[in-house]
């Protein structure tokens, strides 16, 4: 494609050109480039990023295809308060989201997005969520005043005119408008229409906001569209675990934000694990849907990792290291004048003259990188990722694990007693907040399977449409807790984590296939400390007895503190979950 045909309209799709119309109508800009997905069209807007200052090359040497990006300092992290689900009853959205009328939030967008676009372009981006040909996968469109948001929403999905091939004739698509104003967090909206399979955000552009696939397709809309087509969308990573015989066992692990999805699902596992393998689905989305032989199937609608970059290193994640690696975009980290890059707790010393996350030459006690830099990378990067990932029916799911950071209460593993119960261990899930929201770090939250700010309505119904899917399983999934960040009272970690986590996983996997026994306690099914692997391990074995010990007199505190959701929800919650709170009791 020739300079000149870059970014004409390339399709007749009657409600696309409408919409698109509509839309330009109203943010008046002096253009409208429609994206067809090509290297040509993407070296073009790379060239024009850099041109802009929006995008700055590294150090090509060392770091190919990857470039610089810094947002501004009031915009760096999903903003849940701004978060609005827009259904026309309040009791759609539930008392866990934010809600306005549509109509109402509607009037407030479109008087914010008038002419917003004057002096810009509007670019068209069709996209796939999820690989071509799957029941599984949606169409969306999103129109965009971000170069940086076209360029980020190629890695992460799959861009270009392949969407309109998926959507055929269909106007079932998502509707996704992008519009960055001044970036003033007075007048940021991350405002969502179940309803209408629209979303329109306004006055960020920070990634989980404004790549519209991710987070606001995904999972919020993906979610009220699961309820009502009988699927799953979660906020989970797929991995693969091949045993030494080459058998392959697929798990989900809903984890919430920065609490090591990634690193789950690019374990590379311990020397004693060599003849293992954990082959890599998708580090934060699966969508799940019954397929044969009464299993549940996931796919992973996106394309590549939006990771938290702090910590990252060869030592705790070395997959994630390989794919940011080529082709990445890194936001907010450390730079050099050379085009180098750093940040907290990579496995080398700064380099001299580092500049920091906020353009200030670094000072030694200041972040360098903002704790929630992000890289954007290609997940075809990843040396670990499983060939199935393209597979139109998706894999099929054994396990499901819930998890969080708690310091106390939470032993290392529990299976839970069956899918019920499971889905109560899921919805009581609690964690200490991280740096991926706006909040108080560390304090504990509920986060009912890690979609606290992404169920996209009722957490009830939300609840009851889990507790309907197992309707359609004859084989469900079997669901465990898992705890990598218990502490010592003296607050160091009972379990080392990252690539040893593998010996909890062999035994999950190992229950999975009936190859294990275990104990039956208050909680669920728990290992004998002995049934875990701790061979070629520098770890006393009292602090795994620790790390699994189930403290009652903590769990009673546990126990009642779930009040405080259980009020909340107390209209919508399934009567099942009261039931098993009881029986907690009971058993306690
Ligand atoms: C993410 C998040 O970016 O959960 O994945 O915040
Ligand atoms: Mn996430």
Known sequence: ?????????????PAISAWVEKMAKLCKPDRVFWCAGSEAEKQFLTDLAVHQGTLRPLDQKKWPGCYYHRSSPNDVARVEQFTFICTPLK?????????????????????LADSAMRGRTMYVVPYLMGPPGSELSKVGVELTDSVYVVLSMGVMARTGVLAYEQLGESDDFNRGLHC???????????????QDNTIISVGSNYGGNVLLGKKCLALRIGSYLGHREAWMAEHMLILGVEDPKGEKTYVAAAFPSACGKTNFAMMIPPERFRDWKVWT??????????????????????TGYFGVVPGTNFKSN???????????????????????????????????????????????????????????????????LDPAVDEPLGVPISAIIFGGRRATTMPLVFQAFNWIHGVYVGAMMGSEMTAAAFGTVGQVRRDPMAMLPFCGY?????????????????????????????????????????????????WMVDRCRGRVGADETPLGWMPDPSDIDLEGMNYDRSKLEEALRIDIEDWKKEVMSQDELFIKLHNDLPVELHFQRELLISRL
């Open 318 to 384: 070395p997959n994630a290291m390989r794919s940011m690696q080529r082709n990445t975009f890194f936001t907010n980290v450390a730079i050099t004048a050379e085009g180098d890059i750093w940040w907290e707790g990579k496995d080398e010393e700064p380099p001299p003259g580092l500049i920091d996350w906020q353009g200030r030459p670094w000072v030694k006690g200041e972040k360098a990188a903002h704790p929630n830099s992000r890289f954007c990378a290609p997940m075809i990067n990843n040396p670990a």
């Open 91 to 111: 009791e759609e959205a539930g008392p866990t989201n934010n809600w306005a009328p549509p109509a109402q939030m509607y009037d407030r967008l479109y008087c």
């Open 458 to 506: 009722n957490m009830g119904s939300y609840f009851s449409h889990w507790l309907k899917m197992r309707k359609n399983l004859q084989r469900p999934p079997k669901i465990f807790h898992v705890n990598w960040f218990r502490k010592t009272a003296e607050g160091e970690y009972l379990w080392p984590g990252f690539g040893e986590n593998m010996r909890v996983l062999k």
């Open 180 to 194: 960055m104003l001044d970036v003033n967090p007075e007048r940021r909206f991350i405002a969502h229409f179940p």
């Open 1 to 13: 494609m020739s300079e000149a045909t870059l970014g004409t309209k390339n399709t007749a799709h």
């Open 281 to 302: 689905v998708g580090d934060d989305i699966a969508w799940m849907k019954p397929g044969p032989n009464g299993r549940l199937y996931a796919i992973n609608p996106e």
